[in-house]
């Protein structure tokens, strides 16, 4: 399958985004919804899900991607895989995310991944930005007990801004006291992460965890 073309970035909060989605009968899509469900917001293309589902089969996985012809490229190669505990959704997360988190089973999110997003670098544009207080908040209230956030980047700043932004909330720790985590804890890694780290540069990560 040829990969499908798109724009690289997507202003979420232009109107185009701003529609009410409809979720799917989650029953339908995952063969065993009493697994845990780890999320993957802006999952772009889907391959590192892809792997994850493979590998560790225990969990279920759900990708967020606002561009839609991505979702609409990983969920036929998901089909072509046959996997019952993977799928994709085009979504907003700026505006989507409670009522997706609503929808899903009670107390069965246990990991949110947020990788490489994009940084909206001028400052005018930061509101953008995937990590704001609003979406902590949210995802504080549907993470379970044992919840943890995976972040990383390979800008220095936006992930400090990141790490800053759920520090901020009560309800968040840092795994480590260091904050940057050496290596991936997931033991699989992003197609940016891959490059990154061939061209010898720096891959910021971290942990939050549920106080």
Not at 129 to 139: A, C, D, H, S, T
Not at 149 to 176: R, W
Request: charged letters at 25%; glycine letters at 2%; a neutral charge.
């Amino acid at each position: 399958m040829a990969r499908v073309r798109v724009r690289q970035h997507v202003n979420p909060l232009s109107s185009k985004y701003q529609q009410s989605i409809s979720f799917p009968d989650w029953s339908q899509v995952y063969s065993n919804l009493s697994l845990p469900f780890y999320l993957d917001l802006g999952c772009a293309r889907g391959r590192f899900l892809l792997q994850m589902a493979q590998q560790y089969p225990e969990k279920n996985y759900l990708g967020i991607e606002i561009r839609e012809a991505l979702v609409d490229e990983a969920n036929e190669i998901k089909t072509d895989h046959n996997l019952t505990n993977l799928h994709y959704l085009f979504a907003n997360i700026n505006s989507s995310l409670e009522k997706l988190l609503t929808s899903l089973p009670p107390n069965s999110l246990e990991l949110v991944m947020i990788q490489f997003p994009d940084p909206w670098f001028k400052k005018k544009h930061h509101k953008r930005r995937v990590v704001q207080p609003e979406i902590v908040e949210i995802l504080a209230e549907f993470l379970r007990k044992d919840g943890r956030i995976f972040i990383q980047s390979d800008i220095k700043e936006l992930a400090e801004e990141m790490c800053q932004i759920f520090l901020e909330n009560p309800n968040f720790l840092s795994l480590s006291p260091n904050i940057w985590l050496p290596e991936n804890p997931l033991g699989i890694m992003t197609e940016r992460e891959i490059a990154t780290l061939n061209k010898g540069e720096n891959v910021y990560r971290a942990v939050m965890m549920m106080k």
